[in-house]
């Protein structure tokens, strides 16, 4: 099956920092990839959405210079929390879209698939 | 915009029970996918089942069931013979059936935390 990676799971900085997370497609290639945020015993809410080789949109709300998002090649994408203050701790999660060209995907229905997440403390 | 509705906060069922997780959408496309997520304590986010809105027949995986109801913009999630490692949070999700660029993000619902006592 396909396997999305994050990395790190768990990071803990100090206020005014910068903070990436990593959010990798181990074996099929993503060219879209989705970024979402969630707080204790909420659901997911949507923070923005790249495409491999162009700007991410991003969602009413967010701000684009807080939130860094690069998705330079199929299989990376990273999120940057800029500046990171303590309103900024939450859960981030990403997920991948393969490109229904992958072979490797079989059946390939364009499912999306889950990192395990990145939980971020700002003290 | 496309809207998910989970009405029930918090669900409990005893062990080997049935229990349905309701779930409605509101969307003015005529074809989408529909999906129930489990997120176990690990918050790992595993697709249980999915739903082509084309499609009149109800998925079905093993212990689980979906109750499709496309008019009424319906989709309950139906989990049999309840076990201990079902308990988790349960999130209903809409994905427009469109493949332009912004249209394949998922819609969650609130979330359903579902417990099995034993």
């Known amino acids: 099956g396909a396997v999305v990676s994050q990395h790190p799971s768990w990071v803990i900085c100090k206020s005014g920092t910068s903070v990436k997370i990593e959010c990798r497609s181990l074996d099929f290639q993503a060219t879209t990839m989705f970024w979402y945020r969630q707080f204790p015993k909420q659901s997911l809410m949507l923070m923005a959405t790249s495409n491999e080789g162009s700007k991410a949109t991003y969602e009413q709300g967010v701000e684009k210079d807080k939130f860094l998002i690069n998705h330079a090649s199929l299989t990376l994408s990273t999120l940057t929390v800029t500046s990171a203050h303590p309103e900024d701790s939450s859960f981030y999660i990403c997920s991948a879209r393969a490109s229904l060209f992958d072979i490797r995907l079989k059946p390939n229905t364009g499912e999306l698939f889950f990192g395990e997440g990145s939980r971020l403390t700002v003290l | 915009a496309q809207t998910v509705t989970q009405s029930q906060p918090e669900m409990s069922v005893q062990e080997a029970e049935t229990v349905t997780l309701s779930c409605t959408y509101d969307t003015s496309e005529s074809d989408y996918y529909l999906f129930w997520y489990k997120q176990p304590p690990s918050r790992q986010m595993i697709l249980v089942i999915r739903q082509e809105a084309y499609k009149q027949q109800n998925a079905t995986e093993n212990r689980f069931s979906v109750n499709f109801q496309k008019a009424a913009k319906s989709f309950s999630l139906k989990i049999s013979d309840s076990q201990l490692g079902d308990a988790a949070m349960y999130f209903c999700?809409?994905?427009?059936?469109?493949?332009?660029?912004?249209?394949?993000?998922?819609?969650f619902g609130q979330g359903t935390r579902l417990t099995i006592n034993p």
């Open positions: 999700a809409y994905r427009s059936h469109l493949i332009i660029q912004g249209a394949q993000k998922l819609v």
